[in-house]
């Protein structure tokens, strides 16, 4: 009678403890990912599942990153629950090496991930795209958990305590997107935001000296060059500095508080122009002042000296702010740009067209 040899996956592994149950670090191949992570939880009830539905959009952009960055990306470890009878073996019987070995996993096994279920489905989209990735490594931790009934707790646990990084911070740390290598130059270099800006985080306190944040300047420079991106870097830069320079010529509120004779807080408090959604508005006005003014438009912004930033200014109720509190909506910022445009004299886009008619209602 024949007899099947049993079938296995065979790792590398350190083993280790936590709350008395052991649990494994292995370095798996990327070309094997796709094939251990099986388990299709998008059909599960929600009570039943270990993870949340995968987000199908985002798997393409995490792709990219891998396949465009294959020689300078990071990817962290990937969280797993084990039901199946996982044998581990020490690589000696010597006590020092106790706890080093190898792990065998039937592949049999059911292997939920309870984190980086996204990080598992981009690298089986970027081995398509590139299948010499296949033999690099990614780290993964294993927990054994016999009927997958602590997989949910576990999800729960692993993000409980999971915090974002503020839209600052990110911007601040990434040198792949040349905007944010913009905002932070300009952050830092052009007078009107230097010592300003807020780097790490995406509001400003009752208190702040900061008048900008990164996130805001990252924003708005990107509305400002948002169809001009196949250009050189050295031109998005040339012209991004050019334009906010020139803008900050014609606000006095800024250059007050950049003298000094009024604290940031105190314009805050009392005008529009000290919030970002003016920042971004006038990142889109210089849009269109550039393709419809494109040898005039720095005489053209002379007009922004007439504009009355003063929050109780009545022009500003439903356009910028709502019962007095500025609201930092899509729609809010259509109106705020429609208006500087008409200022200026510019010609509105059709959103912006139909925002001022229902405005007018």
Known sequence: MQQHLPMFYTFPTIRGIQAGREYYITMCPLKLIPRIFLFDEEDIEPTVRSQ???NKSRVPEIAEYLVNNSSDYVFSALTASIDGLVDFVPISDDPTNYNIGFIKIPMSSKIVINDGQHRRAAIEVALRKKPELGDETISVVF?????????QQMFADLNRYAIRPSGSLNILYDYRDPIAEIARQLSIELDLFEGLTELEKTTISNRSTKLFTLSGIYRATSELINNRLEKPYDDLKEIS???WNEVGKHIKEW???KEGTIKAFELRKDYINAHAITLVALGKVGNSLLEQYPETWI???IKLQSVDWYRGNKQWEGRVTIGGKISFSRNNLVLLTSALKN??????SPEEEEAERSIMM
């Open 143 to 151: 927990f054994l958990d016999e009927g997958l009934k602590r997989s």
């Open 241 to 243: 500095f050019r334009y």
């Open 52 to 54: 949340r539905v995968l």
């Open 299 to 301: 005489d053209k912004l």
């Open 343 to 348: 200022i200026i004299g510019l010609s509105l």
């Open 255 to 257: 250059i007050n508080v």
